[in-house]
């Protein structure tokens, strides 16, 4: 299994920010690849293979512009002179490719990539049973086409079907619609081969083909349940390097003006990477519009790929979406339809990229203030004098989540300066007694089995229901959680009496899906819980009022706590408080959930001593022990409200008081003291100076759903 990387941009770049100088270039794949199939074969040693264009104009349009390749069959660590040659070429499209030879013995006519006039292609995967049909796959070809080929790998033979489904392809110029159509066809002849001669054993076809102007590449595998070898891309306007060996994608504005395909990450910035869905076909036009596409054939799945229009193309939304990453997006315009309820549907953050790591906090409340779709439902809402039953903009519908004091002028509709003295708003526990507001804030995701059980637990609350606020934000759902959400929260705010302060429902959609068996694998956790802080960001920034003085994070399928948990755990009167939860096995017995609720040790510091910065820790895995102490495995027989200082924290029920949120503590989505999310929180609030506590012996119980 091999390794490529393509690179297509608007200027030249210097190979060596491709090739060797990035922590994980194409030659580090070489030698360290981390996502073969094949994991237990890290080494691509068996030659490698360099293609560009030179970044000159030709002189007339007649004349071709040919690819220049360099290829070798020592390995790509161990030659002196492509590492020369990368300090010293520039060229605005690059392909290069690591070998770990599948067919065809090492030499170099063996070696990616191959060229064909100003055609250029590489393969990573293989061909299955491919002598089976090799003969009659020679004989479809024309002269020209079967004395073209001077190897004998399966990669090289099928360029040669390829361009025998071009029109001419010794062709000065292709349109990308003739390109995406014979690779196509490509798979299509490969797949009747194989059903021809009865081949069962699925074949690894990671296809790239470029004419210098536009690029073609496929993730495909004649399977419908195996994933096919892993292949990514990243666009944006920048490709930067930050410090040595450590590169990242900038995206200052709309324009895509590089896009980067790699079977591997080149880089550790993982918000920067998005997987190219198995059995789809990517498509970067002339002008840099990225075009993915599921390949509808017999091995073709609904999961593999959802189709949406763009610029009248089938584009595929892939399942680990950055938005950026598209040139086009179509913007959802503000409705004002219904008398009493609006919804603002915003554009999905077309232009986000992963900020940088010192103005997250700032970036992510000035991004969500103005780019979130949302349902507010509140007493404000229904009385405001300005809205006539109806949203005006985005800046009323925030307006209208605050209480606010009015100096000067008293008729409502001039306008007015608004003054809060934060000085006087505190969390302490004497709470109700001093009517403290608390905001609950619960991000959901197909949520609409557990929502009867959630809502009933907070009605059972013994905390005056005129200071409690709750939010949601429902991201990529494709249940009835909206619908459901709708219905209570406009009986429970319209009820005679013991009406809640407002319930205000949040849409934001990350186009980021796990299968429901895999939400909980280790490798994909440091992915997922980066999308996880992202959307608790967002309900943080969107909901938090300047009158809420406590912070409740509270998950949706948390199905026990006692009705005054929250005076318990404000009487603790730190910071930030965790209560022990648990979960209930099918033998009656109950066993640790939040893992997330942590102590460091000795040792959990010295492993993390020699970890990369960027490394993400995750708990409750065998796949890498920490030596850390969890809460869950501390006595429960005490006093319920004795508490022990954690470092780490998890969200199934987290009392924060506001200030610490206010202050800037909030959820890194990228790897901060080796930690995301929750848990990264909580070390942000201690570096900060504030207290963060658990409750070993105050159990709570959740769903027993992993």
């Known amino acids: 299994m091999c390794r490529f990387l393509l690179y297509k941009g608007n200027q030249p770049i210097l190979l060596a920010h491709l090739i060797t100088r990035p922590k994980h270039s194409i030659v580090n794949q070489s030698f360290d690849s981390r996502l073969r199939l094949d994991a237990r074969r890290p080494l691509n040693g068996d030659g490698f293979g360099v293609g560009w264009y030179d970044n000159e104009t030709p002189e007339t349009d007649q004349d071709a512009v040919t690819p220049c390749i360099f290829t070798s069959v020592t390995p790509a660590w161990n030659n002196i002179n492509l590492v020369r040659l990368a300090e010293k070429v520039r060229s605005p499209l690059v392909f290069a490719h690591v070998r770990a030879s599948t067919s065809g013995a090492v030499s170099e006519t063996n070696c990616h990539p191959w060229s064909f006039g100003r055609l250029m292609w590489m393969h990573n995967g293989g061909i299955a049973e491919f002598d089976k049909f090799k003969r009659k796959l020679q004989n479809s070809l024309p002269d020209e086409l079967f004395l073209f080929v001077q190897g004998s790998t399966d990669s090289e033979w099928a360029f040669a079907l ?45 296809f790239a083909v470029t004419d210098g102007q536009t690029v073609v590449c496929i993730r495909y595998i004649s399977s419908k349940t195996e994933e096919a070898a892993s292949l990514y891309f990243s666009s944006g306007t920048r490709f930067e390097c930050y410090r040595p060996g450590h590169y990242r994608m900038v995206k200052a504005d709309r324009r895509e003006d590089i896009v980067v395909v790699a079977s591997e990450p080149l880089t550790f910035e993982k918000a920067d990477w998005l997987t190219i869905p198995t059995n789809n076909i990517l498509v970067v036009t002339p002008k840099l519009n990225v075009l993915l596409q599921p390949i509808k054939d017999k091995f073709h ?26 040139k086009a997006q179509a913007e959802e315009q503000m409705q004002h339809d219904s008398p009493i309820l609006s919804i603002l549907k915003n554009n999905p953050f077309g232009n986000f990229t992963r900020p940088n790591k010192r103005i997250i906090l700032i970036g992510l409340f000035l991004l969500s203030s103005f780019s979130l779709g949302f349902v507010v439902f509140s007493r404000t809402w229904f009385n405001h004098p300005c809205s006539g039953g109806r949203l005006k903009s ?24 608004t003054f809060v003295d934060l000085n006087q708003l505190q969390a302490t526990s004497q709470s109700i007694a001093r ?10 995701k197909n949520a609409a089995k557990y929502l009867p059980r959630y809502f009933e637990l907070i009605d059972n609350l013994n905390y005056p229901k005129h200071l409690i606020s709750i939010a949601f934000l429902v991201s990529d759902t494709t249940d009835d959680t909206i619908d459901i ?3 209570r929260a406009d009986d429970l705010l319209n009820r005679d009496d013991n009406r809640y302060d407002s319930i205000t429902i949040y849409e934001k959609d990350f186009r980021f899906e796990l299968p429901e068996d895999k939400r909980h694998n280790f490798e994909l956790q440091p992915l997922r819980r980066s999308y996880m802080a992202r959307s608790r960001n967002y309900l943080l920034t969107a909901a938090l009022r300047q009158d809420h003085s ?32 648990l979960r209930e096995t099918k033998d009656n017995s109950f066993w640790g959930y939040d893992k997330n609720n942590w102590q460091e040790t000795e ?45 780490g924290v998890g969200a199934t029920f987290t009392l924060v008081k506001a200030n610490v949120h206010r202050e800037g503590a909030n959820f890194p989505a990228y790897a901060y003291q080796h930690q995301v999310e929750t848990e990264g929180f909580a070390k942000m609030a201690k570096a900060m100076g504030f207290g963060v506590y658990g409750l070993p012996a105050y ?4 769903i027993n759903n992993s």
């Open 301 to 326: 799945t609904p999961e593999r790929g959802m189709e949406v229009k763009i610029n009248d193309e089938d584009v595929a939304i892939i399942p680990e979406p950055n938005a950026q990453l598209f």
């Open 485 to 487: 959400l709708r219905s």
């Open 435 to 444: 009517q403290e507001k608390v905001l609950i804030l619960t991000p959901l």
């Open 394 to 417: 985005i800046n009323e519908a925030l307006a209208l989540s605050a209480e606010q004091v009015v100096f000067g002028n008293e008729d409502k509709s001039a306008g007015r300066a």
């Open 699 to 702: 159990l709570i119980y959740h």
């Open 550 to 581: 406590w912070v409740l994070w509270l998950d949706v399928d948390v199905i026990e706590y006692p009705d005054s948990i929250l005076q318990d755990l404000q009487s603790v009167d730190v910071d930030v408080v965790v209560p022990n939860c």
């Open 603 to 647: 040792q959990s510091r010295a492993i993390q001593a020699e970890l990369d910065p960027d490394y993400v820790l995750l708990e409750g895995y065998f796949e890498f022990l920490t030596g850390r102490n969890l809460m869950v495995d501390m006595p429960t027989h005490g006093n319920k409200l004795d508490k022990v200082p954690l470092d």
């Open 162 to 206: 390829f361009l025998s489904f071009l029109k001419n392809p010794n062709a000065n110029s292709f349109e990308h619609q003739e390109l995406k159509e014979a690779m196509l066809k490509t798979v299509a002849q490969l797949n009747a081969y194989a059903e021809e001669y009865n081949i069962t054993e699925p074949s690894l076809l990671n």
